[in-house]
Nanobody, 123 residues
Framework: QVQLVESGGGLVQAGGSLRLSCAASGRTFSSYFMGWFRQAPGKEREFVAA????????AYGDFVKGRFSISRDNAKNTVYMQMNSLKPEDTAVYYC????????????????WGQGTQVTVSS
């Protein structure tokens, strides 16, 4: 089992940047695929990004369009997401997720979830 704790959310103006971090504890971090989902008020959870075990493979939601970058440091048990050129529509709670079996665009495929961190982008 792995516990996930996100940090780095906050309030930023449109066009600005934020870096989210997710610290993992528990079993070997490098055995997990990691990712990020987000959920805006009144909307379903949405796939943002995912990364494979060694960081050599990544996937992004269509809306990202080169603005976000996911990375991981297995020595620090941490996954990151650099978010640039933020837009008001990026406002949401961002969740860190982990799964041993593989990456997926479906929220239901990810077993472990953090508590979420709020990102608010003002216009």
């Amino acid at each position: 089992q792995v516990q996930l704790v996100e940090s780095g959310g906050g309030l930023v103006q449109a066009g600005g940047s934020l870096r989210l971090s997710c610290a993992a504890s528990g079993r070997t971090f490098s055995s997990y695929f990691m990712g990020w989902f987000r959920q805006a008020p009144g909307k379903e959870r949405e796939f943002v990004a995912a990364i494979n075990r060694n960081g050599g493979g990544t996937a992004y939601g269509d809306f990202v369009k080169g603005r976000f970058s996911i990375s991981r440091d297995n020595a620090k048990n941490t996954v990151y997401m650099q978010m640039n050129s933020l837009k008001p529509e990026d406002t949401a709670v961002y969740y860190c997720v982990g799964e041993e079996g593989g990456m997926s665009f479906l929220a239901t495929s990810w077993r472990y979830w953090g508590q979420g961190t709020q990102v608010t982008v003002s216009s």
